[in-house]
C-alpha cells in the first residue's frame, strides 16, 4: 500500500514559483510512474506531468512544457513539482499520483488528498 500526502501549495502572482512535494510512505517503486494531476470545478482532472520510478522518462503536458519540471528525490522518498512562470490558468487543485500506465495512458492506483495553487493575475 502508498499513502501520498502532497504539500507546497499557496497563492501566488502570475510569473512567480512554487513547489509542490508529494512525500511517499510505503514501496514507491512498487508502481512505475508518479506524477502530477489537476482539476478546477466542473472541469475534469488533467495529467500535468508524469514520471518513470526507475528510468525516470518525464512527460510534460503541453500547457506547462518549459515551466514545469518533475523530480523524485530516493533518498525522501519524494516527488517535486518545480513550477514557475505561474499563469492564473494554472490554478487548481493539485494531485500527486502513482501508478502504472495502460495503452500509453497513465491509470494511478493510489492518490494524495489534493494541494491547492491559486495564482493571482
Known amino acids: ?4 500526502v502532497e ?20 514501496y514507491i517503486y512498487a508502481s512505475n510512474f508518479m506524477g502530477w494531476f489537476r482539476q478546477t470545478p466542473g472541469k475534469e482532472r488533467e495529467e500535468v506531468a508524469r514520471i518513470g520510478t526507475v528510468g525516470r522518462r ?3 503536458a503541453d500547457s506547462v512544457k518549459g515551466r514545469f519540471t518533475i523530480s523524485i528525490d530516493d533518498a525522501k522518498n ?5 513550477m514557475n512562470s505561474l499563469k492564473s490558468e494554472d490554478t487548481a487543485m493539485y494531485y500527486c499520483a502513482a501508478g502504472e500506465t495502460y495503452r500509453g495512458i497513465f491509470r494511478p492506483g493510489y492518490w494524495g488528498q489534493g494541494t491547492q495553487v491559486t495564482v493571482s493575475s
Open 7 to 26: 504539500s507546497g501549495g499557496g497563492s501566488v502572482q502570475a510569473g512567480g514559483s512554487l513547489r509542490l512535494s508529494c512525500a511517499a510512505s510505503g
Open 58 to 60: 518525464t512527460y510534460y
Open 1 to 4: 500500500q502508498v499513502q501520498l
Open 78 to 82: 519524494t516527488m517535486y513539482l518545480q
